[in-house]
């Protein structure tokens, strides 16, 4: 019910908001995520400086054309300038989520809490694991990158030929192309992992 109430609030307030101020905000936002200057943005768009400095002011009236050409040059979809953006928050409870135990190590489960978005390459897991059998990892995709925060217990964890020992709240980050471990050394192990690329 909180979630509808949420949407709601977001749905009235993009309601309330001209679709001018839609425009300035996207287009201050889309721009700084660019990194790109004013003149740089105007110039690329084929449109007058001035007149990109009414639109992100809020001011004018632009048409499709001119909005158009502002996505093209800035590289994201049309509405992505005249939709309003929802906020979205998502909560995985522990002992919830997709999770999957590895075969030869029947104490070490992990539980997808964020796969990459599209043009991202990042994916987020909670690992528990108990001592026994460790888990080593095949060398993933070439330049993959994982960092690990352990939550509780204690483990082993990085190069297989080089791991670091753990305590909860420690952090380690190591190369996930090269063949790695994650050693649960007491019971109720708990971290996040996370693997870029």
């Given amino acids: 019910m909180e ?11 993009s309601n ?4 001018q101020k839609l ?8 721009r700084a995520r660019a990194g790109i200057s004013l003149a740089e943005l105007a110039r ?23 909005l158009w050409a502002l996505s093209v040059a800035l590289g994201i979809q049309f509405s992505a300038l005249v939709d309003a953006p929802r906020p979205t ?7 919830e989520g997709a999770t999957i135990s590895a075969g030869e190590a029947d104490h070490y489960s992990a539980t997808l ?10 994916d987020a897991y909670l690992i528990r ?4 059998r460790p888990r080593v990892s095949e060398p993933h995709a070439r330049g993959v990158v994982e960092h690990v925060v352990l939550c509780s217990g204690r483990a082993s964890v990085g190069p297989t030929e080089a791991p670091v020992e753990l305590s909860p709240g420690d952090y380690v980050n190591y190369p996930g192309d090269i063949e790695h471990i994650f050693d649960a ?11 870029e690329s």
Avoid: F, M
């Fill in 113 to 122: 809490l964020s796969a990459a978005r599209h043009g991202t390459r990042r």
């Fill in 3 to 13: 979630e509808v109430r949420q949407n709601e609030r977001s749905s009235a307030l």
């Fill in 185 to 195: 050394l007491e019971e109720g192990t708990i971290a996040v992992l996370l693997s």
């Fill in 44 to 66: 690329r768009a084929g449109i007058g400086k001035s007149t990109l400095s009414q639109l992100e002011s809020g001011e004018g009236n632009p048409s499709v054309e001119t």
């Fill in 23 to 30: 425009v300035a905000a996207a287009l201050k936002r889309e």
């Fill in 89 to 95: 928050v998502e909560v995985i409870r522990l002992g």
């Fill in 16 to 19: 309330d908001v001209s679709p």
């Fill in 129 to 132: 694991a108990e001592p026994g």
